[in-house]
């Protein structure tokens, strides 16, 4: 299917990146994208793995299988198309909730993510991961955290597409988390407490505001993935399942994104010239 509509320690962070600005990979062109533009930072909501599955007669897992064999695809396609951040939604702190079985397989599988990281830093990709591990409070098992890890360092010096896994990661928590070290900062350091400085405290500081807000399956919900750092980015929303997203997909998308609305602040205008386009075509 291919419709789509759009509905504790005080750390010493890195500069953050508080508004939208050209990339050296994925530039936004002044002025709006143009025909060959591509987002700087693309984000996915990867969704409907188990959808999939059942619609095939397949067990649930299955769908989760093949979704990891499709990230690792569309991580390479993103980099084929010069797309500087690319961020997928791996597993929620709501994820938690689902059954234990179906938990520890999805869990058994993203470790095959990171088996890639050879792969990954041949190409010059590197690895980042954002949730709870940052702020050590994850239940993920210690040879995924180890796995996690020794990707991120593996790849630290690569300057190719930034490829970041967001694990164990709730938008929330990565709020409060913020507010409570800049609190920190502020009573032991006369931190200001600001935009900027809020910024420079969330799980990446590095990463940029995100340009275009992707997901699968045509559910229109945010689900607690990347809040601040997706204020204003247009919403792309796509009834293929993740399994079945790929390098046309994300084309797609990236085409869609050159003509839609940029920097709306409320990101309500977006779902309307979506509506407005499904009754012109």
């Known amino acids: 299917m291919s419709d789509h509509t759009v509905a504790g320690n005080v750390r010493v962070p890195e500069q953050a990146a508080p508004e939208r600005r050209a990339l050296e990979r994925g530039a936004p062109e002044p002025g709006g994208p143009g025909t060959h533009a591509v987002p700087g930072h693309v984000a996915v ?60 397989f999805i869990l ?43 990707s991120v360092e593996l ?6 597409l930034n490829f970041t896994l967001a694990f ?44 275009l807000l ?9 689900s607690n993935f990347l809040l601040w750092q997706s204020v204003g980015a247009p919403f792309y929303v796509t009834s293929t399942y993740w399994p079945d997203f790929g390098r046309a997909e994300l084309a797609a998308a990236v085409d869609w994104w050159r003509g839609a609305p940029q920097d709306d602040p409320a990101g309500e205008p977006v779902a309307e010239e979506i509506a407005r386009r499904a009754t012109n075509a």
């Open 155 to 160: 790849t630290k010096g690569n300057t190719g």
């Open 45 to 104: 909501i990867m969704d409907g793995n188990g959808r999939w599955a059942e619609s095939k007669g397949l067990p649930r897992t299955e769908g989760h299988r093949q979704g990891e064999a499709t990230l690792a695809e569309v991580v390479r396609a993103a980099d084929d198309l010069g797309i500087g951040w690319f961020t997928a939604y791996g597993f929620s702190t709501e994820n938690w909730s689902r059954p234990k079985l179906e938990v520890d």
């Open 168 to 211: 164990d990661y709730g938008s929330r928590e990565e709020l409060v988390y913020a507010a409570r070290n800049l609190l920190e900062a502020h009573v032991s350091e006369g931190a200001v407490i600001d935009e900027r400085s809020f910024a420079r405290f969330l799980y990446e500081p590095a990463m940029p505001p995100v340009d």
């Open 214 to 222: 992707v997901r699968t399956s045509g559910e229109q919900r945010l």
């Open 108 to 150: 058994s599988l993203h470790k095959n993510i990171f088996d890639r990281r050879l792969e990954m830093h041949r190409n010059n990709v590197r690895i980042r991961c954002i949730g709870r591990p940052v702020a050590g409070t994850s239940r993920l098992p210690r040879r995924i955290l180890r796995e996690m890890q020794e």
